[in-house]
């Protein structure tokens, strides 16, 4: 069973909201910003709204299992490089650090997408990072880039 996000949708065009991210032991739903589990702030945080983007530049880390996650949560917390945690416990694209490169709307799991476009850019060194469950299992979720 391959684990990608980049699988294609089966749903052609139908765009149902679904804001549900996973954080240790909750399997509910929550939007960004309410709390400290979904999006690691790193310092400087605008509060504006970010600007739309039709593509942004996305890396992550995946692994199976939950423990597994908050492991590499750990390692995040601990200063540790995004690429580096994402090489290491990462179970997909973990040769490059997890990079996805530039991905499109669309292009990406419906739940895994919507937590990555309401990231702020950030850099490996001092990720803002979301976490998300997917069928795919449990993401960590970094944009360097958006456009």
């Known amino acids: 069973m391959p684990l990608n996000p980049t699988t294609p949708l089966n749903m052609a ?3 149902k909201p ?3 991210t ?3 032991g909750d399997k509910g ?6 709390s400290s589990k979904e999006e690691n702030s790193g ?3 605008g509060g504006g709204k970010l600007k739309p983007a039709t593509s942004i530049n996305v890396r ?5 299992k939950h423990s597994k996650k908050e492991e590499a949560l750990t390692k995040l917390r601990d200063g540790a490089k995004f690429d580096d945690v994402a090489r290491e416990f990462s179970e997909d694209k973990a040769r490059q650090g997890g990079s996805l490169g530039w991905k499109i709307r669309g ?3 419906a739940t895994f997408e919507k937590a990555a476009y309401d990231l ?3 850099t490996t060194g001092n990720p803002k990072y979301a976490e998300v469950k997917t069928g795919h299992g449990y993401h960590i979720i970094m944009v360097e880039g958006r456009k």
């Not at 739903?29 to 309410?34: D, P």
């Open 13 to 15: 065009g139908s765009k």
């Open 18 to 20: 679904n804001d549900k």
């Open 22 to 24: 996973a954080k240790a």
């Open 29 to 34: 739903t929550k939007s960004k910003g309410s």
């Open 43 to 45: 310092g400087a945080s």
């Open 60 to 64: 992550h880390i995946l692994c199976e």
């Open 107 to 109: 292009a990406l799991d």
């Open 120 to 122: 702020e850019p950030s």
